[in-house]
Each structure stands twice: as structure tokens, then as C-alpha cells.
């Protein structure tokens, strides 16, 4: 009797926890929710506790678990999905920099793009610049071709512009010139042009050949924003990517975001409870020559899986709230330097140096013995030849072991480096580049090599891991949609259906791999990227059916609301209610205030 009455206290405690678990802070009911389970179940209503699933189920069951505190949300029959993880994205960058930038995103035609530009030349103050940074092709426009310089500068006069157009090339108009002080005698930097005219002078135009670094760091050289404008611009894009219906990003890291002081912003949101998108973040090397020295620092001052908690006021009564993921997931995606092999199909694959392979085994071989995962970008199958070698060599040395690592992109490998992959158990996270990039790509390589790039079918069928992705911001776009768009009709932005058949996906095989994919690249897979109990409540209510609706209504698709860890983080102007106001951008001109992030139209 004894041993009973000591153990009644912890029993009663038990008991109540159970009773509290079982009380909903949520419920969405009256919806179409696709729980993408191994059954691929449809059910129409979840209940939410704690930040995590406790129930699905029918309308009236769940409605039950219902108190005084519970919000409850009609869905209208809307469909519901798990939230979208983008496996490969530049958000913290991205964050930064989101309030200066004109998306031309989503544009249909050039006309109103150009149009775009004028008015925002119109608005934007002396000192600063109007900037069109990725996300846009000329194939998305109904007239099927580049803006002029000619046309650029009668659209924004004397107000300094640069257009970032994919990894080919870059605008400077007259303006933006004369404040670079880019004249005839300014020489060309390595791998990159300069282009001049007949006489000498810059043209305005700035060519990758193929190196990136002639756009990347002019684009550095533009005027930032205050700490403020940081702040409340990454506010701003992470509340785009929640309208977009996403709620988890791995960040790939990226050129001139150095470590930790870019990371201060995100760092201070995180701090303060107000990310809303979980953030596993890659350490990217900078500076050629100083890599080894880098992640040697990093390995000795940062822990992987380091971050900020949830703060007290996220604790509830019986317990935390699950984490947002803030910290440090690995190192990547570019090691080193040498190994950059960039996407830019306009120009020829470029050739690595002879030193890529001792300099990468020297920081890989520093990674593994430490136990970091790693992920290395790379476009081609040659160079994957030469990464998995030198992966080949070390895992004599130092097992791998089942160390977390993954190729990004690998738009042409080969039947046989993927097997290569799969032998030691790496991933590949692939990203809709190809949307943007397919008809240079066929232009330089032909039609046949277009359609098997990328293998996914081959990739599949092996088993081996994969996840989905954008690689946005300067590239392709970070709107996920134009990506499920591509895996499951084969079509780039310019409506061109250029892969084979075999690799063309059906939509639910394809969400998976922007849900559960992505998160099995870093084992993340058992508690997300499904609707059920236990798992993490982040999911989003659709805009339309993106099961049934036409395939060119993909490309249009967004949120109605969406929730990460349980909370409401965006709503639409019918659930405008259920989410705190999002303030305007600053400053004041930004063009997030007149046009919003990806455009429809």
C-alpha cells in the first residue's frame, strides 16, 4: 500500500498531462486534408496541441476536443497539405536584402515588367538603386525575349539599376555605371566580362564567363539597408515563403554571406520567438585559398544542432513547445573555391583546377573526422566524378559511417556516379533550375540530353534519398509551386515540355519530395512532412486544389493560411483574423509595399 500511495502523486500528474494533451490549442475542421501517409489518406479535420498533431480524423470527432481557448478554423472544404520544405533556398541572405528588390518573378510579359521598372525608378530615393535580382527568364515573357539596355535606360534614367538575369549575365544602366565608376580603363575580372562597345566603353552589360563572381560582387557593392530594414525585411520574406505555403528551408549558404556576422538578423528573430520557418542553415566558405582555415575555426567554436531554444514564453504548462530549427546544420554547399562549377549554360562547362581534389580532401577529410555533414554543389557529371573520387578516397581513411551528406543539383549525373551515391549512402537535393535554364541547356547540349536532366526516375528507383528545392533567390525562384509545376508536367516557365516521360512525376509523388524529402536528406523525416499524430503541426490551407486543377493553375498556387509549430503565421484576407497584421515594408519605398514578392501576371 505504501509503495502505491508513493507513486499516486506522479499517477495523478500522468493523468492530467494526458487530459491537457488531449484538449486542442486548433482545430481546422470542414477540410480536404491530404496527410500524404504511407496510404496516402485524405481525412477532413486535425487537431493541434503543443505544436503538434494529436488527432486527425472526421469534423465531428475532432470538434469535440474543442475548449474555451481552442482557435477554431473552418477550411470551407479547402484542401490542407503538410507544409513545403525547401531543401535548398538562400534565406538568409534572401532576408536581408528582400525589401530592396523588384521580383519580376512571376511576370508574363515584358511590357509590364519594363513597366515595373519605370515606376519604381519613379520612387526611388537619391543614393539608393532599383534592383531586379533572379527569378525570371525571358521565356516566361509572352514576347519571348531579354529587355535591351536601350529600353532599361529609358525606364529608369538617372536612378542607378542592376538586373540580375539567372547566372549569364547582368544589366548596369548608364546611371549605375557612372556610380560604379566602371569606365574603358576598369579591367575585366577573372572568369567575367566587361562588355564594351566599338569605341571602348562599357555597354552596361556584365558577363559571366563562366564564373558568377563579376555579378555576385557588383551586387555587394550596392547600398544595404539599416539594421531595422533587415529586420523587418526578413520579416517580410519569411512571410512570403509562409504565403507561399512554406514552413521549412534548409539554407544553403551562398556567396558574400559570411558567417556569423550575416547571421546576425535571423539569429535576433530567432532569439525572440518570431522566425516562422524553420531554418537549418549550412556554413559556406568565402575566400579562396582560406577554407581549410574557416571550418577549422567553425569546427572548434560551433556545435551542429546549435541554436536558440524556444524561449520561456513559449513554454507551456506540462512542457516545451518543439523547437524551431535555427542552427547549424553542416558545412556547404560550396567547401571550396576550386570546386565551383557553375550552372551558367550559356558558356561551356567549366574546367576544374588540377588543385580541386587535394583542397577539398583536405576539408573534407577535417568534416568527416569531426562527424559534419556536408552538401557540395554540383551541376555536372564530370564534376561529380571528380568530388566522388576524392569521397571514395577518404571513406578508406575515415568511414563515413552514416555521416548526413548530399549533392545539390546534379542536373546531368550519370547512371553510374549514382550508384556511386547510393554505395555510400549520400542524397541529392535537385531544384527546378531546369524550369529557367531548359532551353539554354538544349541550346548547348542538344534535345536528348535535356530530357533525362535531371535522372529522376534513375534516382528513385535506387533508393537513394532525395529532396526538392528551389535555389532561390538569384537564380531560379524560391516560389516552390513553379517547381512542383516542372516535376510533374516536364514543361519549363516558357511552357517548352522537354523531359522524357519516365522522370515526369505525379503530383503526390512530387509534393512528397518537398515534404518528406527534404526532410530525409537530414533526417528529419520522422516527425514531419506527414499529418498525423505526433508529428509537427506545420501545415498549410490551399489556395485551390492542387491535386485536380488544370496543370498550368500549379504555377499560381498559394496559401490560404498556414501554420508552423502549431501557430498561425500568415492568412489571407478571408482568415485575416486568425494571423497577427504583417507591417508595411521599409523603408518606405521599398517595392515590397507596391507589388508584393512573386507576381501573377
Not at 291 to 304: F, G, H, N, P, R
Request: charged share 20%; glycine share 8%.
Amino acid at each position: 500500500m505504501k509503495t502505491i500511495t508513493k507513486y499516486l502523486p506522479i499517477l495523478f500528474l500522468l493523468i492530467v498531462i494526458n487530459g491537457y494533451a488531449q484538449k486542442a490549442d486548433l482545430i481546422v475542421f470542414n477540410a480536404k486534408i491530404h496527410t500524404l501517409d504511407s496510404n496516402n489518406a485524405i481525412t477532413e479535420a486535425i487537431a493541434v496541441s503543443n505544436g503538434k498533431i494529436i488527432k486527425t480524423g472526421s469534423s465531428n470527432d475532432l470538434l469535440k476536443l474543442k475548449t474555451k481557448t481552442t482557435t477554431v478554423i473552418d477550411a470551407k472544404g479547402a484542401t490542407i497539405i503538410p507544409g513545403l520544405f525547401d531543401s535548398h533556398m538562400h534565406i538568409i541572405r534572401g532576408g536581408r536584402f528582400y525589401n530592396t528588390e523588384l521580383r519580376w518573378d512571376g511576370v508574363r510579359s515584358l511590357k509590364r515588367a519594363l513597366a515595373m521598372l519605370r515606376e519604381q525608378a519613379q520612387r526611388t530615393p537619391q543614393g539608393q538603386w532599383v534592383r531586379v535580382v533572379g527569378g525570371w527568364n525571358a521565356y516566361q515573357f509572352e514576347e519571348k525575349r531579354l529587355p535591351t539596355l536601350d529600353e532599361i535606360n529609358e525606364a529608369t534614367g538617372n536612378v542607378p539599376t542592376f538586373i540580375l538575369h539567372l547566372y549569364g549575365h547582368a544589366y548596369l544602366n548608364k546611371a549605375g555605371i557612372a556610380a560604379l565608376k566602371i569606365d574603358a580603363t576598369t579591367p575585366n575580372p577573372n572568369a567575367g566580362l566587361i562588355e564594351k562597345d566599338i569605341y571602348g566603353n562599357p555597354t552596361g552589360m556584365l558577363v559571366a564567363e563562366p564564373n558568377a563572381f563579376i555579378l555576385y560582387s557588383t551586387l555587394s557593392k550596392l547600398p544595404e539597408l539599416t539594421t531595422e530594414e533587415k529586420i523587418n525585411s526578413t520579416k517580410q520574406f519569411m512571410s512570403e515563403m509562409n504565403r507561399l505555403g512554406v514552413t521549412a528551408i534548409m539554407d544553403a549558404g551562398g556567396g558574400f554571406q559570411n558567417y556569423p556576422d550575416d547571421y546576425g538578423i535571423t539569429g535576433k528573430l530567432c532569439e525572440e520567438n518570431a522566425l516562422t520557418v524553420r531554418m537549418p542553415y549550412y556554413l559556406f566558405a568565402q575566400k579562396a585559398g582560406n577554407e581549410l582555415a574557416d571550418y577549422t575555426k567553425w569546427i572548434s567554436s560551433v556545435e551542429i544542432g546549435d541554436g536558440c531554444d524556444e524561449p520561456s514564453d513559449g513554454v507551456k504548462k506540462f512542457g516545451k513547445m518543439p523547437k524551431m530549427e535555427y542552427h547549424v546544420q553542416g558545412g556547404g554547399e560550396n567547401l571550396v573555391m576550386s570546386a565551383g562549377d557553375f550552372e551558367n549554360f550559356d558558356k561551356p562547362r567549366p574546367e576544374l583546377s588540377p588543385a580541386m581534389e587535394g583542397q577539398l580532401k583536405a576539408v573534407l577529410s577535417l568534416l568527416i573526422k569531426n562527424r559534419w555533414p556536408f552538401r557540395i554543389h554540383a551541376t555536372y557529371n564530370e564534376s561529380i566524378s571528380r568530388f566522388l573520387n576524392v569521397i571514395e578516397d577518404i571513406n578508406k581513411e575515415t568511414p563515413l559511417n552514416g555521416l548526413l551528406w548530399f549533392f545539390d543539383h546534379a542536373e546531368t549525373v550519370s547512371t553510374e556516379n549514382l550508384q556511386r551515391i547510393k554505395a555510400l549512402n549520400g542524397g541529392i537535393a535537385i531544384q527546378h533550375r531546369m524550369a529557367y535554364q531548359g532551353e539554354a541547356f538544349i541550346k548547348r547540349y542538344g534535345k536528348q540530353a535535356a530530357a533525362n536532366t535531371v535522372p529522376l526516375k534513375k534516382m528513385m528507383e535506387m533508393g537513394i534519398k532525395v529532396g526538392m528545392g528551389t535555389d532561390g533567390t538569384r537564380v531560379a525562384s524560391y516560389n516552390p509551386w513553379v517547381g512542383l509545376y516542372w516535376l510533374t508536367t516536364g514543361k519549363t516557365l516558357g511552357g517548352l515540355k522537354y523531359m522524357n516521360e519516365e522522370n515526369i512525376l505525379d503530383r503526390t509523388t512530387a509534393l512528397k519530395l518537398f515534404t518528406q524529402g527534404s526532410a530525409q536528406l537530414i533526417n528529419l523525416d520522422s516527425d514531419r512532412g506527414i499529418l498525423k499524430k505526433d508529428y509537427l503541426a506545420d501545415f498549410t490551407i490551399l489556395s485551390d486544389d492542387y491535386f485536380s486543377v488544370p496543370e498550368n493553375t500549379i504555377l499560381n498556387m498559394e496559401a490560404k493560411l498556414t501554420v508552423v509549430n502549431g501557430k498561425v503565421v500568415y492568412a489571407n484576407d478571408e482568415y485575416r483574423s486568425y494571423a497577427a497584421p504583417q507591417p508595411k515594408a521599409i523603408p518606405e519605398w521599398s517595392p515590397v509595399n507596391y507589388f508584393g514578392g512573386y507576381q501573377k501576371n
